[in-house]
């Protein structure tokens, strides 16, 4: 296992986005922006290694149960236009890329067979969805650099009325591809990301009077749309001349066409803010914003340009002050080591083996036990409201079990309860998992406007790893595969977020050992996986946990 510590960007992997109003139109299809520049912010990789690249290729493999669930919902399949839809911003995609992104879906089913699938949830469509997949890049040598995996899990996606199971498609890839591609582009690349950047040039009327020479002020801008292809260091080079010009006409003025003039201004000032932004010089930036401001076209005092460029320099002044804060990540980890029931055909619909079960009640069965993926992690993506806030609130009570079916020896009907209901299962084996909930809620704060939150609470089965005297250490078996701790004084499974907010909610967890807090800030906790948990417990159980 190769590991690379450096430097994280936080902001990045949450996704810093400049949001302004008319940005997208949907899951899938963009707004046009006249003029786009396609590149990345400012701020240095933390590995500088590849921060010349300026291309990838982009290979996709796509499980047969894509099309498949797509040919059930009569939707049109083209896997050119899941092609489409996969990119990386700032860079360019051409076959033979210095980077190739290898996205991998093994898996992939629409679950609408079974009769606890709710084809509907609150009056909206919902579909009960299960993929599995992989992310591998590699450098222009064909060196693996990067890896990420997204084990088996079901989840249900509630829509629009109105959208389409097509667009649905595209929305979950392109999801699962940014989620596990964000590390990338805050350990190899500049950022942040850029999202509606332009260039403004200017038009003339036919009626005006004018004598401004527009050809001359257009051909200024003749280098922007090929910064992609310039190494960043050239940039402030074929800036300079440009610049001198913009400036002396930042408060032009023309009595012949005040309108032209004041588009003038607009795009003298937008222009330089613009190439100062992707210098890395905010500072200058912002002496022109408020000619900006003070120019730009608007519709019932709204504005786009403004907005937007005042909150991507406040975006690079975050972004420059995190690169302070130390995140180590492991850019290859270990493959996943699936539990037998994932690698079913079935893994998207139930866990199933023979064991026996102890509810609540003090009952115990003992037969082949199934337990159902009935209420999956629930994936809200509408932008409509569907029913009435109450009835919302109402119908998400008690939603986060699963239920449990024991097929005993004998019996025509199997005994039926939920994981809420369970205290252990044990299997034939002698393992036993207990039951208990874990996850975490909607976070308060979120530096991703287009990201969807939702809440990963749930009831989960956990095998012991390791006992403690005030902690243990749990391994989660369905329905997901991630470890946990669980202090005895508590009732819930401690997960901490992966990146954002990790030291914090670590430093609150054991906020009683000053030790694992020293430990805590050196970044000793920051990886998210066995190894990681395992020298929590183990330094936890030393220093503190005995006491």
């Not at 080079?237 to 032009?252: I, R, T």
């Not at 609150?508 to 417990?537: A, L, Q, R, W």
Request: overall charge neutral.
């Amino acid at each position: 296992m190769k590991k690379i510590t450096q430097v994280v960007l936080l902001l990045m992997l949450t996704g810093i986005n400049q949001i302004v109003s008319g940005q997208s139109t949907g899951w899938f299809g963009k707004a046009t922006i006249s003029n786009p520049l396609n590149l990345r912010g400012p701020v240095p990789p933390t590995n500088p290694e590849y921060g010349n690249y300026k291309s990838y290729e982009m290979i996709l493999n796509l499980a047969p149960g894509l099309e498949s669930s797509m040919n059930n919902k009569k939707a049109p399949y083209s896997s050119e236009k899941f092609y489409e839809a996969f990119s990386i911003s700032g860079l360019k995609k051409q076959k033979e890329g210095e980077f190739k992104v290898k996205y991998n879906l093994t898996r992939f089913e629409l679950v609408n067979d079974e009769e606890y699938v709710q084809t509907y949830y609150q009056k909206a469509p919902a579909y009960y969805i299960g993929l599995e997949s992989n992310l591998e890049i590699t450098d222009k040598t064909g060196k693996v650099i990067y890896k990420r995996y997204t084990t088996p899990k079901v989840c249900m996606y509630v829509t629009n009325p109105t959208e389409t199971y097509e667009n649905l498609t595209y929305k979950i890839l392109t999801d699962n591809f940014y989620s596990m591609i964000e590390e990338f582009e805050g350990f190899y690349l500049y950022g942040p990301k850029i999202t509606k950047l332009r260039y403004s040039d200017i038009e003339k009327k036919k009626k005006s009077k004018s004598t401004f020479n527009i050809e001359e002020y257009n051909q200024s801008l003749q280098v922007m749309p090929t910064l992609v292809d310039v190494d960043r260091e050239n940039w402030a080079d074929l800036f300079g001349e440009a610049q001198k010009f913009w400036k002396d006409l930042v408060n032009f003025q023309d009595k012949d066409d005040e309108d032209l003039a004041k588009q003038i201004r607009f795009s003298a000032n937008y222009n330089l803010a613009a190439t100062y932004i992707l210098l890395g010089n905010v500072e200058e930036a912002s002496k022109y914003l408020p000619g900006v401001k003070e120019n730009e076209k608007s519709f019932l005092g709204m504005r786009n340009d403004y907005p937007y460029m005042s909150t991507l320099v406040e975006d690079i002044e975050k972004y420059k002050k995190l690169t302070e804060k130390t995140f180590t990540i492991e850019a290859i980890p270990q493959e996943p080591v699936l539990a037998s029931y994932k690698k079913a055909p079935t893994a998207f619909r139930y866990a199933e083996f023979p064991g026996e079960v102890l509810d609540t009640d003090s009952k115990v069965w003992k037969g082949k036990v199934r337990i159902i993926s009935d209420y999956p992690e629930l994936v809200d993506l509408r932008t409509e409201q569907t029913v009435s806030g109450l009835r919302s609130m109402m119908d998400g009570i008690g939603s986060e079990k699963s239920s449990v079916y024991i097929y005993v020896e004998g019996q025509k009907k199997p005994e039926r309860t939920n994981l809420k209901k369970v205290v252990n299962i044990k299997d034939e084996e002698g393992r036993m998992y207990i039951v208990g909930k874990t996850g975490r809620g909607v976070s308060l704060v979120s530096f991703d406007m287009n990201k969807q939150e939702t809440s990963s609470k749930r009831y989960s089965m956990f095998e012991e790893v390791k006992k403690g005297g005030k902690v243990s250490l749990y391994h989660e078996f369905f329905p997901q595969d991630a470890y946990t701790l669980k202090k005895h004084v508590q009732d819930e499974f401690f997960i901490p977020p992966v990146f954002l907010g990790r030291r914090k909610a670590l430093k609150e967890y054991f906020s009683d050992c000053p030790k694992m807090i020293e430990n805590i800030e050196k970044g000793v906790y920051d990886h998210e996986n066995k190894e990681t948990y395992i020298k929590m417990f183990d330094d936890y159980t030393a220093l503190c946990g005995n006491s």
